[in-house]
């Protein structure tokens, strides 16, 4: 079950649109971290990141786009919080605000933080990095940063490289 929430955390991160799950997956997810099946207390933390990242996600991408793939579980968390704001009597083409695309125009790497590195802005973000985060950069910034040793691209399967050693701290 591990596995799945994980590739299912990137997967989801790779697509604009919301990817299909089961109907029964957080009822699964409930299950597995009730009965203790997991492995270790670290998989346990690790667990409980990506399935919260993984529904942040998804209900950022309802907000803002389609809601066709949305479980019924999501679908209840929209329900409750846009009848707090009196938004769901709203129509979709009258909302005023329009929010900028989950992906940007630009390609981005993820990269490891290799060392510990003084806060800094790109214009638009702030970014502080501390050894060993797993992050997303812009990757002119992730060349730069590379270049100097500070941060190390992470190839193929964004997972693949951790050691067992090492933990994962937060993606965005």
Excluded: C, W
């Amino acid at each position: 079950m591990y596995k799945k929430v994980v590739n299912t955390f990137f997967n989801e991160l790779k697509n604009d649109k919301l990817i299909k799950l089961p109907e029964n997956f957080y009822d699964d997810v409930r299950s597995y971290i009730k009965n203790k099946e997991y492995g270790s207390e670290r998989e346990y933390r690790r667990l409980l990141y990506y399935i919260r990242e993984l529904r942040k996600l998804r209900l950022y991408k309802a907000f803002y786009g389609d809601r066709e793939n949305l479980l019924e579980e999501e679908r209840e968390i929209l329900r409750v919080i846009e009848d707090v704001e009196g938004i769901s009597s709203l129509r979709e083409e009258e909302r005023v605000e329009v929010p900028k695309p989950i992906n940007t125009q630009r390609p981005i790497d993820i990269v490891r933080v290799l060392t510990n590195f003084p806060e800094f802005t790109d214009g638009e973000r702030v970014y502080n990095l501390e050894k060993n985060d797993i992050i997303s950069l812009d990757r002119r910034i992730a060349k730069i940063l590379e270049k100097h040793k500070i941060v190390k691209r992470i190839k193929g399967e964004f997972y693949e490289d951790e050691k067992e050693d090492k933990e994962v701290l937060p993606l965005l």
